[in-house]
């Protein structure tokens, strides 16, 4: 059996959700198709489809077999290219994942400027607050915040943020503004809990790393929420310099506490390791460094007032 074949059936299989209709896309006969997806199977030890009368349907075996099933091949094709000298541009679907509000703030324009310049490549993205497997869920690509576990990617590291504790002026220059952590007892605490978020605020001056519980007035599952409040002047918050930054920048927010913020927070763009990497990863991996490195907000954005 030759498996770069049985895997370009399979996959043509799997997009169009049948074996006819991949019979006649390859211009096969069906009993052939069937042949080399079974053959498959067997070598693998596992189904790759339910198979009913009425429908053709990946087993979860063969979900995550067809992500890497049609990176091989996206990246055998991008390799033939290179050998033969035709070699141009990178090609396919480059998918990427990140936190909701930094993709929307930075990934997606960064994006939008990268196919523009690679109209080959097409992109999917996957923004969810919380830590992604990049094999597990066939991605390129992740955007990660905060230090990394040991692990198989590859990392490049291409910005840092801080913890701000912030509150709109209106609410500080009513309620005062807390001079240490203690203070905060005395505050309304909008509480993030999103992603890792807890209400263990975490404080470090002149090397003593302190830890305070605060009392939420409220708890909110989403970054956005918890901003649209604090300008609403209802309270103190406590997020990433870059999820505020526009905010302080433009004078709506204000930050608290700086004196005591802990150690930033580094910024990595990660990908899987191998002996090769697609022109496309590289591609993307070198333009969305460039541009995060030369973004302010993501220096650790320390061009406010100190207090």
Same mark, same amino acid.
């Given at each position: ?94 998918? %990427?994942?990140?936190? /909701?509000?930094? !993709? +929307? ?7 939008? $400027?990268?196919? =523009? *310049? ?125 999820? %505020?930054?526009?905010? /302080?920048?433009? !004078? +709506? ?7 005591? $913020?802990?150690? =930033? *927070? ?42």
């Amino acid at each position: 059996m030759d498996r770069f074949h049985a895997l370009s059936v399979f996959v043509k299989v799997a997009e169009l959700n049948g074996f006819a209709a991949a019979a006649r896309h390859l211009n096969m006969s069906p009993p052939t198709v069937t042949r080399l997806v079974s053959m498959l199977e067997d070598s693998l030890g596992l189904r790759l489809f339910v198979r009913t009368t009425r429908s053709v349907m990946l087993t979860d075996s063969g979900r995550r077999f067809f992500e890497d099933a049609r990176r091989i091949l996206m990246d055998l094709e991008e390799a033939e290219r290179a050998a033969v000298g035709s070699y141009a541009e990178p090609t396919g679907e480059l998918s %990427v994942t990140a936190s /909701v509000l930094f !993709g +929307r703030m930075f990934v997606t324009p960064i994006l939008g $400027e990268f196919l =523009e *310049l690679y109209p080959k490549i097409s992109a999917r993205t996957l923004y969810v607050d919380r830590v992604v497997n990049l094999v597990d869920e066939g991605l390129d690509v992740g955007i990660r915040i905060g230090n990394l576990a040991d692990s198989s990617l590859m990392a490049l590291r291409c910005g840092a943020v801080r913890q701000v504790v912030f509150a709109a002026p209106a609410y500080l220059d009513t309620r005062g503004e807390p001079d240490t952590p203690d203070d905060l007892a005395n505050h309304a605490i909008i509480n993030s809990t999103a992603l890792h978020a807890s209400a263990q605020w975490h404080f470090q001056k002149s090397e003593k790393v302190m830890t305070k519980r605060v009392n939420p007035r409220i708890s909110m599952n989403t970054n956005d929420a918890v901003i649209e409040l604090a300008l609403q002047g209802h309270g103190i918050g406590r997020l990433l310099s870059y999820q %505020v930054a526009p905010y /302080v920048a433009d !004078g +709506r927010l204000r930050t608290v506490l700086n004196s005591y $913020e802990p150690p =930033e *927070l580094p910024i990595h763009l990660v990908h899987q390791e191998g002996r090769t990497v697609s022109a496309k990863v590289r591609a993307f991996v070198d333009f969305a460094a460039k541009r995060l490195k030369s973004d302010p907000y993501l220096d650790g954005f320390r061009h406010r007032p100190e207090s």
